[in-house]
Structure formats: C-alpha cells, structure tokens
C-alpha cells in the first residue's frame, strides 16, 4: 500500500523521511495519533479475555518514569551531598 498507510514498525529506514513528512502534525492528527495508540494498547492488554498483569504493570511503570522525569529538577536538588 501506499507509504502514509504503513505503520512505524513496516517503513524501512530508507523510507523514514519521507514516511515522516507525510504524517499529520496538526494538533488534531496528534490527538488522532494519540487514541489511536491509546485503543490499540488497549486492544493487546486490557480487554482480552483471559489478561495477565503486564498491561496494568506497563501502566504503573510509565506513570512511574513520566513523574520521576517530571520531577527531577525539584529531586536533583533535595539531594544529600557529602561536600557542599
């Protein structure tokens, strides 16, 4: 099919560019992007019939990172130094 139909993992690195160039940065297409991963992840690990932890735990480990990198500047500075 045509370049702007395939998905990241199908585009060769030579195609990368140019598969780049024909997705939609629009604040609209960005949100579009956005549910579309969000219903997919959802698809995989959340509503299956007979579901392990790992889509919940991916979950927690991510909200995990976001507010560890959200906070990092507030933490690098309540840190414990030896010298001051």
Known sequence: GPLSERPLMEVRLGE????ISTCNFSPQGLLGA?????SSYCA?????????????SM????????SYVWN?????????????
Request: net charge positive; glycine share 10%.
């Open 72 to 84: 990092y500047q507030h933490l690098k500075q309540q840190r414990w130094r030896k010298y001051h």
């Open 16 to 19: 990368l560019h140019t598969w």
């Open 34 to 38: 956005v549910q579309k991963a969000w």
């Open 44 to 56: 995989k690990y959340i509503h299956v019939r007979r579901g392990g932890p790992a889509g919940i």
């Open 59 to 66: 979950l927690l480990a991510g909200y995990c990172l976001f």
